[in-house]
C-alpha cells in the first residue's frame, strides 16, 4: 500500500468541515462556552463544530507536515475566521496541552467569495507548490472545475470523515501515480 500523500490539502469549509453555512446559519458574534472542545456557540447558541473526524484528519495532516488550505467562497469570511479561531480541536492523547486552536492547523487561508479557481490560483502563488500536489474536499460538484487547473477535487456528499479522506488520498494518487525513476536513465 502506498503511503505517498499530496504537499497541500485543501478544505471548503460549510458542509465539508462543519454541517451548516456559515453565512445563513450562523449569528454573529461567536463565543465559547469556557473551554468546550470541538464547538463555538453564535448568539442564539447555535452550535458551530466539525465533523465528528476532522480533528484527527487535522493533526494527521500536521504529523505528516503536509500544507492545509481552507478554500471557502463565504459571504461571511470574517465569521468564518472566528469560528476557526475559536474553535478547540482535542489534543492526541499524550500531548501537553488539552487543545489547538483549529485556526492553527491551517496554513493558508482563502476565505472569500467567488470562484475556487481564483483561491487556488492564490494558494499557489504564496506556496509554489504546484497544482498536481495539491488534494481539494469540497461539497458542491461546481468546484470541480479547478481540476483544470491540476488540482485533484474529492467530492464530500456528508461532510469529511475518514473514509472520504481515504477516497479523496485514492483518487489523487491514481490521477498522478508516483512517478519512477531508474538510476540507468
Known sequence: MTTRMPK???FDLDYTLWDLWIDTHVSGPLHRHKNTLNEVLDKHDTPVAFYRDVPQILHRLRKAEITVAAA???????????????LLVPNEPGQDDQATKAIDFFDELEIYPGSKITHFKRIHQKTGIP????LFFDDEHRNKEVEALGVTMCLVPNGVNHNVFEKGLSQWRTRYPAKVTGEDE
Do not use: D, K
Open 72 to 86: 471557502s467562497r463565504t459571504s461571511a469570511p470574517n465569521l468564518a475566521r472566528q469560528a476557526l479561531n475559536l
Open 8 to 10: 497541500l490539502v485543501a
Open 131 to 134: 497544482y498536481e500536489e495539491m
